[in-house]
């Protein structure tokens, strides 16, 4: 399992995914689940992934190759006029390595699952940001429902929901993913340290900052420790109830 979250601020869009894949207890493995593909000066691209790893490493080395190598029956992830048409290639790609993978039907087809979160922007556009599902469909951002997961969503979602503002800063945005991601690590071994942070300040059209968080930040301690301390101090702060 893998979690991943893609959210979209008036400021830009902000990414965080873990590392960690395992195929039982005894078999963890540290892999990268978000890629990105750039043009400085013209667009800027980020995906992430979660899902059955061989799927997900399939798609990626597709999109990498079909960029270097352009066709002009099918523009690559670095030669499509919008977003909307970048989410519908990456779409067609994961659902055609889902369809050669699978050869027993739709119980086979599970087993190569996976999802997908991209955000990005081109010159002339503005950012946004969608979440693809193993049949290749997808939907998009928008004020009602501005941040996608995927993966093991439900650990960390209730802090989102009741923190995110569209207007939060920076430091503010990337406090409230790794209080999400903290959540879910504590209450799920299948996600693990470190992880990878993404920002991208609309219109730069370049990746803004880009780091990597493993067990010994500093910061990642400070909020870990911090956060745990909070919420003992906010539910010994409410009233008890009259037996």
Avoid at 19 to 29: E, K, L, Y
Avoid at 69 to 84: G, T, V
Avoid at 90 to 99: C, K, N, P, Q, Y
């Amino acid at each position: 399992m893998t979690y991943c979250i893609g959210m979209r601020l008036n400021r830009g869009l902000v990414f965080m995914s873990d590392t960690r894949t395992n195929a039982g207890v005894d078999n963890i493995s540290t892999f990268r689940k978000m890629f990105t593909f750039e043009t400085k000066g013209e667009r800027c691209i980020t995906i992430m992934t979660a899902g059955n790893l061989a799927t997900t490493q399939a798609v990626i080395s597709m999109l990498e190759e079909r960029s270097k190598a352009p066709n002009e029956r099918a523009p690559s992830i670095l030669e499509a006029p919008s977003m909307f048409q970048i989410a519908r290639l990456v779409g067609d790609t994961l659902r055609e390595v889902i369809a050669r993978n699978s050869d027993a039907g739709q119980r086979a087809d599970a087993a190569f699952n996976a999802s997908i979160i991209l955000g990005g922007q081109i010159a002339g556009s503005p950012p946004r940001l969608f979440l693809i599902y193993p049949e290749g469909n997808f939907i998009e951002a928008n004020d009602d429902t501005p941040f996608f997961q995927i993966g093991e969503t439900k650990y960390g979602r209730p802090i989102l929901v009741r923190a995110y503002d569209p207007d939060i800063s920076w430091a503010a945005a990337v406090k409230l993913l790794l209080v999400s991601f903290d959540s879910t690590i504590k209450a799920n071994l299948s996600v693990g340290l470190p992880l990878d942070l993404q920002i991208y300040n609309k219109d730069s059209l370049q990746i803004s900052l880009q780091r990597r968080i493993d067990a010994h930040d500093p910061y990642y301690t400070m909020i870990s420790d911090g956060w745990g301390i909070a919420l003992k101090q906010a539910f010994y702060s409410l009233p008890d109830i009259e037996l």
